[in-house]
């Protein structure tokens, strides 16, 4: 990941104030590998190539006049570059000692090493920057739901009497408009996952299996070296459907289905993407779902437009899919705000219950998937950028079943 810009850093914790204002919040706690990114600017090893939980923090305080509070073991943060924006480093032990023959830091830690990362040290030093801070008593939002149980004791036997309150709704609100460095980084991440696309579709032919097609995808993406990691790479030939960890070898046939379900990782940023091909003429059943697919994914497009409520348009095009040919059409989403996650998907979703309105700056990855017995995978999925006045698609690859 490349270096942060400062203006990016400086509008999130701009709007994350006005959130802790409103809310009466004296401080937000990130603990997850995406929100401490988001919150610090710093991608961790330990929690994005590691997968470990709890090991480091960002703390905002309400007071804009205090810097982001990293806390973080003091051998990964002798990485975090000095001029970070924003931001100042607080350490705590763990099993790794870090020498200074040199005298370049002073102060050693002389205690005994522990076996793993220690909670306990890295929640007291959370309890120890908000008293200094004036921040003994007061309200404060945390990932808890996001903790493993020993960690959230260890955080509540810490916080003394502070109240604890969950950060989930906070992160979403934020995250869910996104600045324009963050933009950027989502436009090249959904143009590197269509190149992949585009690059891999040329050499499929009659007897490509999915194992063959995959593979030659994660070739592709290389060719961009800012755009060359692949965050998930969903494709399917022929009736299978299913997610699969390692993909099937059997030789496609005529008239097989294709589908690509992909996201590429641009510095934390990943798209999320889904185009279908046919290896020749596609059947009568194929051509009727896609065609109420498309005829739902067009409307999508037309009804996104700030001011309007994403249920509105799940229930709108959800009735229009049925009405095209799919009377048994059933999702839970049309569609979820892109981003952080690793999980692709994240908070809010174009769901029948969401009360989320359309906002310029959100990028919404819009869906209309398709997964049946005997048929196999058809998917329609772009990503838009809302506007002031509708919405821009990301996308440019043709939305159309491309016979093979």
């Not at 991440?189 to 194992?211: D, F, H, L």
């Not at 095209?324 to 989403?333: A, D, K």
């Not at 990503?383 to 491309?402: A, H, K, Q, Y």
Request: charged fraction near 25%; include cysteine.
């Amino acid at each position: 990941m490349g270096p942060i810009k400062e203006e990016h850093l400086k509008e999130i914790a701009a709007r994350a104030r006005q959130i802790m204002e409103r809310e009466k919040l004296d401080a937000l706690v990130a603990s997850s590998c995406e929100n401490f990114y988001y919150l610090s600017g710093y991608p961790s090893t330990f929690m994005y190539t590691l997968r470990m939980n709890e090991v480091a923090l960002a703390v905002m305080l309400r007071n804009p006049d205090r810097k982001t509070v990293i806390i973080m073991n003091e051998f990964e943060a002798a990485g975090v570059p000095a001029d970070l924006p924003g931001c100042e480093v607080r350490t705590y032990p763990t099993w790794v000692d870090v020498d200074d023959p040199f005298g370049l830091k002073g102060g050693q830690f002389q205690g005994k090493r522990p076996t793993a990362h220690q909670v306990q040290e890295m929640f007291g030093m959370l309890r120890q920057v908000l008293e200094e801070n004036g921040i003994s008593a007061g309200r404060v939002a945390v990932e808890l739901n996001t903790m493993r149980y020993p960690s959230v004791t260890a955080l509540r036997e810490a916080a003394g009497g502070l109240e604890l309150l969950e950060a989930s709704p906070v992160f979403t609100e934020l995250r869910a408009i996104k600045t324009p460095w963050e933009i950027e980084r989502l436009r090249k991440s959904c143009a590197y996952a269509e190149a992949g696309i585009a690059e891999t579709v040329r050499g499929i032919q009659v007897g490509s299996s999915a194992a063959d097609i995959a593979h030659a995808y994660l070739q592709a993406l290389m060719k961009n070296r800012e755009g060359s990691t692949s965050r998930f790479h969903m494709i399917s030939v022929g009736a299978s459907f299913a997610p699969a960890h390692l993909f099937d070898t059997r030789p496609s046939e005529p008239g097989d289905l294709i589908k690509f379900d992909v996201g590429v990782d641009v510095e934390g940023y990943g798209s999320d993407i889904a185009r279908t091909f046919v290896l020749g003429t596609p059947s009568g059943t194929v051509e009727r779902v896609y065609n109420a697919l498309r005829t739902g994914h067009d409307r999508i497009l037309q009804l996104i437009e700030p001011g309007r409520t994403m249920q509105s348009v799940f229930d709108e095009v959800m009735s229009l899919i049925r009405r095209s040919g799919l009377p048994n059409y059933n999702r839970g989403h049309l569609g979820h705000s892109a981003g952080l996650s690793l999980a692709a998907e994240e908070p809010p979703f174009l769901s029948p219950a969401e009360s989320t309105v359309f906002r310029p700056g959100m990028v919404i990855c819009l869906e209309t998937p398709y997964y049946g017995y005997g048929v196999g995978s058809i998917m329609i999925e772009d990503m838009v950028l809302v506007t002031e006045d509708g919405c821009e698609r990301l996308n440019r690859l043709s939305r159309d079943l491309i016979s093979l």
